[in-house]
């Protein structure tokens, strides 16, 4: 897990950050946030060291919820209007995602500090830049030929996006609930050692002597 930066400056925010309120072309949508996400690297190569963990926090977040949406709305959508080798554009493109993924956990497994932390995140961007020039270049145009009702597939990218930044962010109050209920058990633990050593300590003084008087 990403732990967050000591910088004192947040990252600014980006058209990523959430999600459109209003329907939209849904292949504009997806362009729009590989644009956001292109930003966020530009902006990390270009901020203090202090800045960079949260930056990169944030691109690998805005990738996972992006990558999420795809697969659960446009791929199987392509799949059902495309055929043939056009098909195996689909495929390719669930592939990347799967490195997007792995390097994805490598970074949220590191330190700033650590050592290859920025080439990683320099090795995701590049692999990044390649699978959307894919996408755009090749995938979308073949769908924008097809019948999909883009303007609704547009909404349901935007309302499951919602819904999963819903769920974010309730899994990370409760990951926050969770550290303070541990601290607490740890401060209660503590409190009821001193107590117990000092009730010994007590009953040890107040012992009577068994020594007798001369």
Do not use: W
Not at 28 to 56: G, I, P
Not at 119 to 131: C, D, G, P, R
Not at 178 to 198: C, F, K, M, Y
């Amino acid at each position: 897990m990403v732990k967050p930066s000591p910088a004192n400056r947040k990252p600014k925010q980006n058209s990523a950050s959430k999600p459109a309120s209003a329907a939209a072309n849904a292949l504009e949508l997806l362009k729009t946030e590989h644009q956001a996400v292109a930003e966020l690297f530009d902006e990390f190569e270009s901020a203090d060291s202090d800045e960079q963990q949260a930056l990169a926090e944030q691109i690998c977040q805005q990738l996972t919820l992006h990558a999420q949406i795809e697969e659960e709305i446009l791929y199987p959508a392509a799949k059902n209007v495309l055929d043939g080798e056009d098909v195996e554009l689909v495929n390719e493109a669930a592939v990347e995602h799967a490195t997007v993924k792995d390097l994805i956990a490598k970074i949220e497994a590191m330190d700033a500090e650590d050592e290859p932390y920025k080439a990683t995140v320099k090795v995701l961007s590049e692999y990044v830049k390649h699978h959307v020039d894919e996408e755009e270049n090749e995938l979308f145009p073949l769908l924008e030929g097809t019948d999909l009702d883009l303007e609704s597939m547009g909404a349901e990218l935007v309302g499951r996006k919602q819904e999963l930044m819903t769920q974010l962010g309730s899994d990370e109050d409760l990951d926050e609930g969770d550290a303070l209920d541990g601290e607490q058990d740890e401060d209660e633990s503590a409190v009821a050692a001193a107590t117990a050593q000092s009730a010994a300590k007590s009953a040890s003084k107040s012992k009577p002597s068994s020594r007798k008087s001369p």
